[in-house]
């Protein structure tokens, strides 16, 4: 099934979940891991396809959602298992908030904020830029320089799921350090408590 994203923003897009069921058979979802890493790599040079909800929703699956229902535990390692880093999806029709636990996307604007997320050329007309924001509040037991360390390390694990789940779905992906962050955060209006780490497009690559 290749559903396409809804053109106008809805409140709540839910997300497909064939990958959810852990009575689906473990074979079904079995790709070589090492040529998987054969082919992971950064890749700068975008068509403007977008990708459809299936794909959508396995890639967010695949970042950071919920392997292991019974303790809400995820695809992501997570210091202290704090859970801290908040995926935020801005694509052309909205900015949204996913949320690993219901597998839902909430708009939160209804604005195109994608050239918001980074400085360079390409960034504006990426189908999906994800945004990882780390909320500080979910690390109060940590010391400041923990919490930086901390939610660096744990947005690159999101990260690499995502490069993998790239390469094994012929996507292409970058994760981007170069972006304004105060006039990002500005334009998501995220409290102070929030702090922007990286950013990431996806998409398909250009032919
Ligand atoms: C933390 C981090 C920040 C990065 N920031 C950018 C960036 O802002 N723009 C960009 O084009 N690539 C960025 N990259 C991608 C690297 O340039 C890329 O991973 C590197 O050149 C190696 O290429 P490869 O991923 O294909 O192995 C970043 C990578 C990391 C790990």
């Known amino acids: 099934m290749t559903s ?11 997300l497909t979940t064939p990958l959810l069921s852990i009575d689906r058979d473990v074979e079904d979802l079995t790709v070589p891991l090492l040529q998987i890493l054969l082919k992971r790599k950064t890749i700068r040079d975008f068509s403007d ?13 695949s970042a950071c959602g919920i392997n292991r229902p019974e303790e809400a535990h995820r ?3 997570s210091a202290r298992n704090w859970q801290e880093i908040d995926v935020y999806v801005a694509m052309e029709q909205g900015l949204y908030l ?4 219901t597998f839902t996307l909430h708009l939160l604007q209804e604005k195109d904020l994608r050239a ?12 999906v830029n994800l ?31 995502v490069y993998l789940f ?8 970058v994760v981007r350090g170069l972006l304004d962050r105060p006039e990002l955060a500005k334009a998501m209006n995220l409290r102070p408590n929030k702090q922007i780490i990286v950013t990431q497009s996806v998409g398909y690559a250009a032919d």
């Not at 996913?98 to 636990?101: E, K, L, Q, V, Y």
């Open 4 to 14: 396409q994203l809804p053109i106008t923003a809805v409140n709540t897009i839910t």
């Open 49 to 61: 396809r977008h990708l459809s909800l299936e794909t959508l929703s396995h890639l967010l699956w």
């Open 75 to 77: 695809t992501n390692p």
């Open 98 to 101: 996913f949320d690993p636990h």
């Open 116 to 127: 918001k997320t980074g400085t360079q050329d390409f960034v504006p007309h990426v189908p």
């Open 131 to 161: 945004i990882y924001v780390a909320d500080l509040a979910k690390m109060e037991e940590g010391e400041m320089d923990e919490q930086a360390f901390y939610a660096a390390l744990d947005t690159g694990f999101i990260s690499q799921n």
């Open 166 to 173: 790239c390469a094994a779905a012929g996507l292409a992906t």
